[in-house]
């Protein structure tokens, strides 16, 4: 093990500085705010802290490590241009509130990132502000909510959100104080129109839901459930985690849509980082545009005598919308993050449509090279699909339930031989309408015969011996970690005193 | 689109035409350049026809046709990593970045120097390409990490507990008052309250008035004297409330004595929550050391350049009482099967995954990356590097101040204390004055009459470890004729 607190050279720092600027008068904090005991971190030289985080890095798994069919999360290839682009110093090296003419790069790439979600979700205008999904709902949840004060329907105080629902959709608009009204999902994991008709009235302020949903499954429903809810007078949020199945086929706005967050870090390839940064921007219909978080990227034919941008004939600005919810983080949203998804966006431009057909066609052909591989090994018994339906879309579920009942082998059980075999776990207990559930995402950005090789393994795993399987994985930096234990015996930083 | 004046015929023009000299046009070669991110195609047919499927079309026969896109996106061609790079560089390079001249500008956002090695190490694909760590045997390093950050802010702002980020210092502050709602709310005698410094910048007020609302929250303000410090007058009223948001330094750069003494006036059923800038507590007092209930910030200071605002990193830690219904993730100590060491994501109860709409936050995606940074740059600080970084952040800040109070036309506003920034206040408009800076190649900092009424000749100047000798006399140097020159067009 290496530990950055077993770490305490007596004159050790990790880079040395320069001499202060000299002063006449030395400044001086307040008598009775001088710190009087050093925060007790660590002392390392340049070296030593180089290879702790090496060791760290060494004990973790990225895109980068293996095969990572994460449902849900759209664990694509992080393209590494765009780390290279968003270190540079226009982008790395401005600051919010520097004068336009200081931003009209930033300003023409946030107009042309707004335009190309606007073109692709089929929205009226886009802001980049949200800086994850989850804060894209609260937004677009947020401006539905202003839009109806507006309007004088301060009665809607309901959203409704299927019980297969991400748990973000269903925080996010409490957060922005709604009631939740959760319906049931049919049999077949779809969205339940009856169960819809009967809640939404004039009490909706609005229903979240994605499209294909979180099974993989297109809502083939989706404009009646539109419809119901429009004739009640509410509004339809798109959760756009799962934008990856359907860019350039079908829209949120052809769905009938009012509001959607992208995922960028999702959709477009900002690296995830083990957790964050992301980016949640939104996009909605005319109406709401003005309720907007402002500002948003703009542009104009120069007048006066503004000069026309170094970009291009036009000079950018930005532009508070009208009746603005005001901010929902202090600055212009995760630019370096946008910065990378145009990028990606770039290497695609009007194919993307390529990018999300690709998706698709690996989810499809995983789930048939599963079956295959399963039943070439005899153990195609031991799991169902999460759904029945003749294609997926860009991600498929699979219940493990079987194998529980006639092995004892869990979903979980089957995460963890497969990490043994070099491969990241799927999803596994969502969504929680699929018992048992694994939801599976290979991405566009894994070749078929990565694809094959998994599905062999998949079958290996359900051929193991339940006993060795409980034990799984044993090849890793450490084995099954006791969640328990760390809840019962906190230890949430260094403990000094030991 | 709204608020683009010839916005829709523009936007239809573009549609259309597809051929703006800025945006690439298709060739033969570009459309190639998919083909790098999609090891399967060419491999299509063959991957159907063992499906059973024909099409491509096949695998979208469930999307019913009143719902299909028709024809291309009306979009640019595809382009190349070569063309990518190349148009990144022209469009950021009509960027004037901060590096470039002299800039005073900060408020919120600081450019420290990032050692090389932060760079260097965070980019490792095992980092930078990992989700969440949800299978913790294989996340021990991410997940180790994120408990030595979590102990390294703790260590820093002196309390207990830490999680491991939000998304940044606006709804660190945000999730703070609605936590300390959540804990108080049953014993205040001024339930569903908050009390907020009035210096607060106005864009995290409208964050804090966006997450508060929801819950009904009532946000009053806590007024300041003239010489910066806190009414304490005006304080007393907070007593008896959920919680008391306040920056230290405060937003306008002085170091206020006061803080130390505000949680005896609240007591203890009221959060005192104290915003901080992580880079000053290399010599001001830790927060927990002298009240705070919950620490708050924006810890871009630590790790990160400042990147047009974002991606950032919220700073959040408390004391005990308020662990169970904090916002965000937190990584623990535990045990394998083996009794091995090993670390994962525990108290999940409290999240979206697992408490759906009763959750303490709706955040999952937060900015674990740049919390890395930030935890690898403390890393190699040290605390005699911490207390160097701050002291020269004061020592440039000092110099300026000495500078600027010797220059004609030029008033420190402040006889305090101050950290790494100060407001001024100039000859005639503070915008204008900027411009005139601007014009002269030098970022002046921030406006004021951006956050407050009648400061619109009051301007907030930023320093830290970059800033040089010349930057301050340049600086001095145009303000001296821009005072100069504003009595001539007066
Ligand atoms: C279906 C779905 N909705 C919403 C979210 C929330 O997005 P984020 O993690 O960016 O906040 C996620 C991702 O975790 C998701 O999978």
């Given amino acids: ?498 | 689109m709204i608020g683009c004046s010839p916005i829709s015929g523009g936007l239809k023009q573009f549609i259309m035409s597809g051929t703006r000299m800025d945006f690439h046009i298709p060739t033969v070669r570009s459309v190639r350049a998919m083909v790098d991110q999609l090891p399967n195609r060419g491999r299509e047919a063959e991957m159907l026809q063992e499906m059973g499927l024909s099409s491509m079309e096949d695998l979208f026969s469930d999307i019913p046709d009143d719902v299909r896109f028709k024809g291309e996106l009306p979009l640019p061609g595809p382009q190349s990593e070569e063309e990518i790079i190349s148009d990144a560089r022209r469009l950021l390079g009509a960027n004037a970045d901060m590096g470039s001249r002299p800039s005073f500008l900060g408020a919120g956002l600081y450019r420290n120097y990032v050692p090389a090695a932060v760079f260097q190490l965070v980019t490792r694909g095992e980092f930078l390409t990992a989700y969440t760590p949800y299978q913790p045997e294989v996340s021990q390093g991410m997940l180790q990490a994120m408990w030595e950050f979590q102990t390294l802010i703790s260590e820093l702002v002196g309390l207990p507990i830490a999680n491991l980020s939000l998304y940044d210092g606006s709804t660190a502050a945000a999730e703070a008052l609605t936590c300390a709602v959540r804990v108080h709310n049953r014993k205040a005698s001024q339930p569903n309250t908050v009390y907020v410094s009035a210096l607060t910048p106005p864009d995290k007020m409208s964050v804090m008035h966006n997450y508060c609302q929801g819950a009904e929250i009532d946000i009053r303000t806590i007024a300041h004297n003239d010489d910066g410090t806190i009414n304490m007058d005006s304080l007393k009223e907070a007593a008896g409330s959920c919680g008391v948001y306040l920056e230290q330094p405060n937003p306008l750069g002085v170091l206020d004595e006061g803080l130390t003494g505000v949680k005896a006036i609240i007591g203890e059923h009221t959060a005192l929550i104290v915003g901080v800038q992580p880079v000053s507590l290399g010599v001001v007092e830790a927060p927990g050391h002298y009240g705070a209930d919950i620490v708050v910030g924006e810890g871009q200071p630590l790790g990160s350049p400042v990147t047009g605002g974002g991606p950032l990193y919220g700073i959040f830690a408390c004391t005990k009482p308020y662990l169970r219904l904090m916002p965000g993730r937190i990584v623990g100590r535990s045990i394998d099967v083996d009794g091995k060491e090993a670390y994962c994501l525990t108290l999940s109860t409290r999240e979206q995954h697992i408490r759906r709409h009763r959750a303490t936050s709706n955040i999952c995606t937060n900015e674990t990356l740049i919390a890395l940074m930030g935890a690898m740059h403390m890393a190699l600080l040290g605390p005699d590097g911490l207390r160097d970084l701050a002291h020269r952040n004061m020592m440039a800040c000092q110099k300026a101040k000495e500078v600027l109070a010797a220059t004609p036309g030029v008033r420190i506003v402040h006889d305090a204390h101050h950290f790494n920034e100060f407001a001024i206040e100039v000859q005639g408009s503070a915008a204008a004055c900027l411009d005139y800076l601007d014009s002269n190649g030098i970022i002046g900092g921030l406006d004021l009459g951006r956050w407050y009424e009648g400061t619109t000749n009051q301007l907030l100047i930023t320093t830290t470890d970059q800033t040089t000798l010349r930057d301050i006399e340049s600086l001095s140097a145009q303000l001296a004729l821009w005072a100069a020159h504003g009595e001539v067009s007066a």
């Fill in chain 1, 1 to 498: 093990m290496s530990h950055l607190f077993n770490h305490n050279g007596a004159e050790n720092t990790g880079y040395s500085q320069p001499t202060p600027l000299a002063c006449e008068t030395e400044p001086t904090v307040p008598q009775g705010l001088i710190r009087s005991n050093a925060a007790r971190w660590p002392r390392l030289s340049e070296p030593e802290m180089v290879r702790h985080y090496t060791w760290l890095s060494k004990r973790n798994f990225g895109i980068d490590t293996g095969f990572y069919p994460l449902g849900s999360c759209t664990m694509k290839h992080n393209p590494r241009v765009n780390e290279v682009i968003a270190q540079l110093p226009g982008i790395a090296d401005i600051h919010p509130h520097q004068p336009e003419h200081h931003l009209q790069g930033l300003l023409s790439i946030f107009y042309e990132m707004q335009h190309m979600l606007e073109v692709c979700a089929g929205m009226d205008q886009v802001t980049l502000q949200p800086v994850a999904g989850a804060q894209g709902e609260f937004t677009a949840i947020r401006c539905i909510q202003e839009y109806f004060r507006h309007r004088g329907e301060d009665q809607r105080t309901k959203v409704i959100v299927p019980d297969s629902a991400h748990g973000t959709n269903p925080a996010s608009a409490a957060m922005a104080g709604f009631e939740i009204v959760e319906i049931p999902s049919l049999a077949d994991g779809r969205m339940d129109l009856d169960a819809l008709a009967a809640v939404a009235d004039e009490t909706t302020a609005a229903m979240m839901i994605t499209n294909p949903n979180t099974l993989g499954l297109f809502e083939a429903d989706i404009k009646a459930a539109s419809e119901i809810v429009h004739q009640a007078g509410g509004q339809m949020y798109y959760d756009g985690a799962n934008f990856n199945a359907i860019l350039g086929i079908t829209s949120p706005g052809l769905m009938g849509f009012d509001s959607v967050h992208f995922n960028l870090h999702k959709t477009f390839s900002q690296p995830h980082g083990g957790g964050g940064p992301g980016s949640g921007p939104i996009g909605v219909k005319a109406h709401l545009a003005p309720f907007l978080p402002g500002p948003l990227a703009a542009r104009r034919e120069p007048t006066g005598d503004e000069r026309p941008s170094a970009v291009d004939e036009f000079w950018y600005h930005w532009h508070q919308p009208e009746h603005s919810i005001g901010k929902v983080q202090q600055w212009h949203g995760n630019a370096g993050a946008v910065i990378r998804c145009w990028a990606y966006y770039r290497r695609y431009g009007s194919g993307l449509k390529a990018m999300s057909e690709h998706a698709v066609l690996n989810a499809n052909y995983l789930r048939h090279a599963i079956h295959r591989e399963a039943k070439k090994a005899g153990v195609d018994h031991l799991f169902i699909d999460g759904a029945e339906t003749d294609v997926a879309k860009h991600e498929f579920t699979l219940s493990m339930q079987p194998a529980k009942d006639a092995l004892g082998i869990s979903a979980m059980d089957v995460a963890k031989g497969l990490l043994d075999r070099g491969y990241m776990a799927p999803t596994v207990y969502f969504p929680l309408v699929v018992p048992e559930c694994m939801m599976i995402e290979p991405t566009e950005t894994e070749s078929k015969d990565t694809l094959d090789t998994f599905a062999e393994h998949f079958a290996q795993v359900l051929k193991t011996d339940p006993e060795a399987l409980h034990a799984a994985p044993i090849t890793t930096p450490v084995r099954r970690v006791d969640e328990v234990y760390a809840a019962r015996n906190l230890c949430l930083r260094h403990p000094y005193e030991e």
